[in-house]
């Protein structure tokens, strides 16, 4: 059988097992195993546990679980309801201003904690709630979360970008560098929307009010006095210096990304303690209990996805697919739509770990011989990524915020986020016409490669 029938035969058999309902990370293994029985050699069944553990001997990767310990216990305690309530009284006589507080609000949670559900349930339940009593309408306020949550896989520290750089072999102080200006770039576009839709909907209710309507909650005055303002701070400004902190530790070359983490999450323990009291072995076991059940299973679906992929080289498959890309001598352009449009449709069933994790060994080879910068790319195929989290029909992020405001219907919910997934595609063009906006600060702080 050839490489590339047997590369079908693989994606086929994939797919069937995922649709059986089984989880990603046993579906992976499974197919992995049973390929490795019927088309290697009996030999390489002794080596399923060796291959897989020199694959996860990363360093990189040690970070994950102090990542996700660090987000744990920011996203389980009080402090992103304290983060989102200081930057709303500090915006709200800016138009717009509560749904562009609620932007800001996650992109700085997203930095923090470097997880999109969790940025989307901080967030999202205090800020919804807020915005619902504000008159906004209830897809609005879904959708504005619901995208603001996705700048966790973007804005490091990204778990995701951490896998996206073991897979292409990059540097992830670069890849975090470069995530950047991007992360920046979405937040000015959500935040005009907001302005925007804003500006749209106060002008609704405002008509209607003068034709004899009710008063809508969005045309009463809300006040915050300078006191009000700067009582807010003191419990924000702690989380604030940690990410300042953890920041200028790993770019400033004091550590590494894993000793970061390490410090990161030992910090954000002391500071919940210290804001919050939260310190007591009763308080502090759920955010022990969530990051090993997440890290457990993250790394399960690595560790399979790894062993998926090593399959797939031995097998050939990834290298005569990414020939056959080679082969049909598409443009530079032509060739990075069509990989685009393969992580969008791989985004409607699988999470980014696993598209990172199974389609790199294909897709990247192709791009490097059409000139691409991977850490670029990186970045681009992340905002495609971040796109599926909010659309059906997986779209975690919609789920996430079903949970959180059950009486949003799903339908709201989905048309909420559309006009999110159109700046999203705009945010892509323009790294494509500009790609200095993700490249300018990973060279200018680490220099040109």
Not at 1 to 28: D, E, H, K, N, R
Not at 82 to 87: F, G, N, T, V
Not at 164 to 189: D, K, N
Not at 375 to 394: A, C, D, K, N, Y
Request: hydrophobic share 55%; charged share 10%.
């Amino acid at each position: 059988m050839s490489p590339l029938s047997l590369g079908v035969l693989y994606g086929v058999v994939t797919l069937i097992v995922m649709f059986s309902g089984m989880p990603i990370a046993y579906s992976l293994g499974v197919v992995a195993t049973g390929f490795m029985i019927f088309f290697m050699p009996a030999a390489s069944l002794d080596t399923i546990t060796q291959n897989v553990y020199e694959e996860m001997a990363s360093i990189t990767l040690l970070s994950i679980p102090l990542f996700i310990m660090k987000g744990a216990a920011i996203g389980k305690s009080p402090a992103g309801k304290d983060l989102y309530s200081a930057i709303h009284a500090w915006l709200h006589k800016v138009p717009g201003g509560l749904g562009i507080a609620n932007v800001f609000a996650c992109a700085m949670f997203a930095a923090m904690a470097g997880s999109s559900p969790a940025t989307c349930s901080a967030i999202g339940s205090a800020g919804i709630p807020e915005m619902r009593r504000r008159g906004y309408s209830p897809g609005f306020a879904a959708g504005i979360i619901a995208a603001g949550g996705t700048l966790g896989i973007l804005l490091p520290p990204s778990i995701t970008m951490i896998l996206y750089a073991v897979a292409a072999e990059q540097s992830l102080g670069r890849l975090f560098l470069a995530g950047v200006g991007p992360g920046v770039l979405l937040v000015i576009l959500f935040s005009g929307y907001a302005v925007f839709r804003a500006r749209k909907e106060y002008a609704i209710a405002y008509r209607a009010f003068e034709q004899g309507g009710s008063k809508s909650a969005y045309l009463d005055e809300e006040q915050f006095s300078l006191a009000q303002k700067v009582e807010m701070l003191p419990r924000v400004l702690p989380f604030v210096i940690l990410l300042i902190g953890v920041m200028v530790a790993l770019y400033g070359g004091l550590a590494t990304p894993s000793e970061t983490a390490g410090l990161g999450a030992l910090l954000a323990m002391v500071l919940i303690a210290v804001v919050y009291g939260v310190w007591r072995p009763k308080d502090v076991a759920p955010f022990l209990t969530s990051t090993i059940k997440e890290s457990t299973m993250l790394l399960l679906i690595i560790g399979m996805s790894l062993l998926y992929s090593y399959v797939m080289s031995y097998l050939h498959i990834s290298q005569s697919a990414a020939q056959w890309v080679v082969d049909l001598h598409l443009s530079r352009w032509m060739l990075l739509s069509v990989i685009l449009l393969m992580v969008v449709v791989f985004g409607f069933f699988l999470p980014p770990v696993s598209i990172i994790l199974m389609m790199c060994p294909i897709i990247l080879p192709p791009l490097k011989a059409a000139g691409f910068d991977l850490i670029w790319f990186g970045v681009v195929m992340t905002i495609v990524m971040e796109m599926g989290l909010i659309h059906p029909p997986v779209g975690l992020n919609i789920f996430v915020i079903k949970n959180i405001a059950p009486d949003i219907s799903l339908k709201e919910i989905v048309w909420g986020v559309m006009p999110f997934l159109g700046l999203m595609f705009v945010a892509v063009i323009l790294l494509c016409l500009f790609p200095d906006i993700a490249t300018f600060f990973p060279d200018r702080m680490m220099g040109v490669k």
